[in-house]
């Protein structure tokens, strides 16, 4: 198996340009397939024939008799032009459908081990419910497959659709009802386009592939497909038992192993659900890894990437669920609620959710006619009462087309158990900011009434939540709900024009607080804030009648709120204090001049595209050793979760690069502020 990166997305980097237009780029670099040989070597015209997952064909099965195959039929093969009365077991005998393929193998399940489908449409729903692999994409006439140059991805040939979406809405459904055997991670399903058909009736959904284990384990591994659905109509007929109209692939009950497909939902309607989702996850621990997922276009209640609900585990043993994967909300409109989200997680039953070197996308959403806010467009929004990792994450949230977008959220956690942010880079575009009703937040923490989240740990993330005029804006907001927040070693970069790095809402609307910032604030330390003329560093009884600004480090540092070792940033002319460094350019503070000083890359006016289409942001060498060795060495200096459970020490940064722990920088420390650790030259 390949060493797999720790906690980023720099392997998918080059997966990131696809955002926008994922349809026409399911292409991936080699680096991103899990347990994929070499490659053999490419061929004159670009492309590389390959058999994998199969038996090699050089030596095809065969079958002697009119009546059947004999026992050493292995592989039954299928063409658009063969016949479900052929034998199969030959590829010059193919069957013509998957269905005729799949009813010799539960008459056989004694021998047959694989299906091979060579290019073409079939139009048929499929059922695979019992333990055989079925590889699609395969030439007619050579029985060989061909991926592009220097990937491991197929180009895929093989097209399955629905004839019929009255009688079934999943095109695809692996175990499911009929489920006759276990399915574990040695059954393969790969290389196929596997399309959900637009429903003819209201009160449908649309489903490209569903895998469900409600009778026994179904577990395959599911890799190398193109999966969209088609158009789902909830609207006014409930729910129907679906939580979304359009999906492309649902896990339910699933622990399947799903990597370098791309997903796609459908433009989906619905009043009660989601409109459209790219995988939904409900129940089981599915490890889902190195996919290009997107929401589409929805109306009702938006859309979303990855949909987590209700009766889901989704990490087991240590083994993340949903990492390093492309995920974009979509273009969803919404009337309430959220517009567009990239990550969705609402369930209350999962032993922990973690979201691991994704790239997170969501934007382009719109508010409906007559629409009550809020409506929001949210990178990640976790409304459950479970643990909860995200770790070495860019999420990037646009500010969509229209300018009433109540709240624009990059990360929003209501309710969870325990909650770790670590090594994330998370940024907010520009446009559609504006209006001085509209919120921002990177962050926002808090539970309902009744429930505390205790002790969240929000370490070394560099965060832009992007241009508002607004001072309902902020890098970090804690509701009243949080005790105990440890907020250390981030990089805040203040580009709102108002607001503030971080708001504790201590009143809850009220005429006087009902907790204390001391209670909900445990540690504010090694932090690097950019200043600017019209946002302060911490504002506490926010939403109190007569809120308390601290509008620098000193005087955070002088309120007796666990603040210590913080740091500003601003030019030179604007350093009034001893905590302030000088490093960002002079002539005219505006923060983006500020950043692009501050970083190898910044691209004006959000640096938002750098996040979402590139590596995000490298701090340059040579400047301050506060900023470049500065921060409190989280290596070996941990604290501990509310249980008593120590904090995870921070060894890497986003990029990989190992955290250097202060004994081998004894002048200045060994954590840069923020997600990336530049140990170049810097200036004392």
């Known amino acids: 198996?390949?060493?797999?990166?720790?906690?980023?997305?720099?392997?998918?980097?080059?997966?990131?340009?696809?955002?926008?237009?994922?349809?026409?780029?399911?292409?991936?670099?080699?680096?991103?397939?899990?347990?994929?040989?070499?490659?053999?070597?490419?061929?004159?015209?670009?492309?590389?024939?390959?058999?994998?997952?199969?038996?090699?064909?050089?030596?095809?099965?065969?079958?002697?008799?009119?009546?059947?195959?004999?026992?050493?039929?292995?592989?039954?093969?299928?063409?658009?032009?063969?016949?479900?009365?052929?034998?199969?077991?030959?590829?010059?005998?193919?069957?013509?459908?998957?269905?005729?393929?799949?009813a010799l193998a539960r008459s056989r399940r004694d021998v047959v081990r694989?299906?091979?489908?060579?290019?073409?449409?079939?139009?048929?729903?499929?059922?695979?419910?019992?333990?055989?692999?079925?590889?699609?994409?395969?030439?007619?006439?050579?029985?060989?497959?061909?991926?592009?140059?220097?990937t491991t991805q197929l180009q895929i040939g093989t097209v399955i659709t629905n004839p019929n979406p009255i009688v079934t809405t999943k095109t695809f459904v692996v175990c499911g009802t009929g489920q006759k055997e276990v399915v574990t991670r040695d059954v393969v399903v790969d290389g196929f386009k596997i399309l959900g058909a637009d429903t003819t009736s209201a009160g449908s959904f649309s489903m490209a592939a569903n895998i469900t284990g409600e009778l026994m384990e179904c577990s395959p591994t599911f890799?190398?497909?193109?999966?969209?659905?088609?158009?789902?109509?909830?609207?006014?007929?409930?729910?129907?038992?679906?939580?979304?109209?359009?999906?492309?692939?649902?896990?339910?009950?699933?622990?399947?192993?799903?990597?370098?497909?791309?997903?796609?939902?459908?433009?989906?309607?619905?009043?009660?659900?989601?409109?459209?989702?790219?995988?939904?996850?409900?129940?089981?621990?599915?490890?889902?890894?190195?996919?290009?997922?997107?929401?589409?276009?929805?109306?009702?209640?938006?859309?979303?990437?990855?949909?987590?609900?209700?009766?889901?585990?989704?990490?087991?043993?240590?083994?993340?669920?949903?990492?390093?994967?492309?995920?974009?909300g979509g273009d969803g409109t919404s009337v309430t609620g959220r517009a567009a989200a990239g990550v969705v997680i609402a369930t209350s039953t999962a032993a922990r959710v973690d979201l691991l070197g994704n790239l997170i996308v969501t934007g382009r959403a719109h508010v409906a006619t007559g629409s009550s806010p809020p409506v929001s467009v949210m990178g990640v929004t976790a409304r459950s009462r479970i643990p909860l990792r995200i770790i070495g994450n860019r999420i990037a949230v646009d500010s969509a087309t229209d300018s009433t977008i109540a709240q624009r959220l990059l990360v929003e956690v209501t309710n969870a158990a325990s909650l770790e942010v670590t090594n994330n880079f998370l940024a907010a575009?520009?446009?559609?900011?504006g209006s001085s009703s509209i919120e921002a937040h990177a962050i926002t923490i808090g539970a309902p009434t009744g429930l505390i989240v205790d002790t969240p740990l929000i370490r070394g993330n560099t965060i832009d939540v992007g241009y508002t005029a607004t001072a309902q804006a902020s890098d970090v907001r804690l509701s009243t709900t949080v005790r105990n927040a440890v907020i250390e070693n981030n990089f805040l970069t203040g580009r709102q024009a108002a607001g503030a790095a971080i708001l504790a809402d201590t009143c809850a609307g009220g005429?006087?607080?009902?907790?204390?910032?001391?209670?909900?604030?445990?540690?504010?330390?090694?932090?690097?804030?950019?200043?600017?003329?019209?946002?302060?560093?911490?504002?506490?009884?926010?939403?109190?009648?007569?809120?308390?600004?601290?509008?620098?480090?000193?005087?955070?540092?002088?309120?007796?709120?666990?603040?210590?070792?913080?740091?500003?940033?601003?030019?030179?002319?604007?350093?009034?204090?001893?905590?302030?460094?000088?490093?960002?350019?002079?002539?005219?503070?505006?923060?983006?001049?500020?950043?692009?000083?501050?970083?190898?890359?910044f691209t004006p006016p959000t640096g938002y595209d750098d996040v979402r289409d590139g590596g995000a942001w490298r701090l340059r060498t040579g400047l301050s050793c506060a900023i470049l060795r500065g921060g409190r060495d989280l290596v070996s200096d941990a604290g501990t979760f509310a249980d008593g459970a120590p904090f995870p020490p921070v060894v890497r940064d986003y990029y990989d690069a190992a955290r250097t722990p202060t004994a081998d920088f004894p002048e200045g420390g060994g954590l840069s502020f923020g997600a990336h650790e530049q140990d170049g030259i810097c200036t004392p």
């Open 1 to 102: 198996m390949r060493a797999r990166r720790a906690f980023g997305v720099a392997a998918i980097a080059g997966a990131a340009t696809c955002i926008g237009v994922f349809l026409a780029c399911n292409d991936y670099d080699a680096a991103v397939g899990a347990e994929d040989a070499a490659l053999p070597d490419v061929s004159a015209d670009g492309t590389t024939t390959i058999t994998p997952d199969a038996p090699a064909i050089d030596a095809p099965s065969s079958c002697g008799g009119a009546e059947g195959c004999p026992s050493d039929c292995s592989v039954i093969y299928v063409a658009t032009d063969g016949a479900d009365t052929a034998t199969g077991c030959d590829h010059s005998a193919p069957k013509k459908t998957i269905g005729g393929a799949l």
């Open 114 to 150: 694989h299906i091979r489908v060579c290019n073409g449409n079939y139009d048929e729903t499929v059922a695979l419910d019992v333990a055989v692999s079925m590889h699609g994409s395969y030439d007619c006439n050579t029985w060989t497959r061909i991926t592009t140059a220097g």
């Open 223 to 328: 890799k190398n497909n193109t999966l969209i659905a088609g158009k789902g109509v909830l609207d006014n007929q409930g729910s129907n038992g679906a939580t979304a109209a359009s999906v492309g692939l649902r896990l339910r009950v699933s622990s399947a192993n799903v990597y370098q497909n791309l997903v796609q939902g459908g433009p989906g309607t619905s009043d009660e659900t989601l409109g459209s989702v790219g995988i939904e996850i409900s129940g089981g621990s599915p490890w889902v890894h190195d996919n290009n997922v997107v929401g589409a276009g929805a109306n009702g209640i938006g859309s979303a990437g990855i949909n987590i609900v209700a009766g889901s585990v989704v990490t087991g043993s240590g083994v993340a669920a949903v990492e390093n994967n492309v995920i974009d």
């Open 429 to 433: 575009n520009k446009l559609g900011f």
């Open 511 to 601: 005429a006087t607080p009902v907790v204390t910032t001391a209670q909900m604030l445990r540690s504010l330390k090694n932090n690097l804030f950019v200043a600017s003329p019209a946002r302060t560093v911490l504002v506490t009884n926010h939403d109190c009648p007569s809120p308390l600004p601290y509008a620098t480090v000193p005087d955070v540092e002088s309120a007796g709120i666990g603040a210590a070792d913080n740091w500003e940033i601003a030019s030179a002319a604007d350093c009034t204090h001893a905590r302030c460094l000088g490093d960002c350019a002079d002539g005219g503070f505006d923060n983006t001049s500020c950043l692009r000083t501050l970083f190898e890359s």
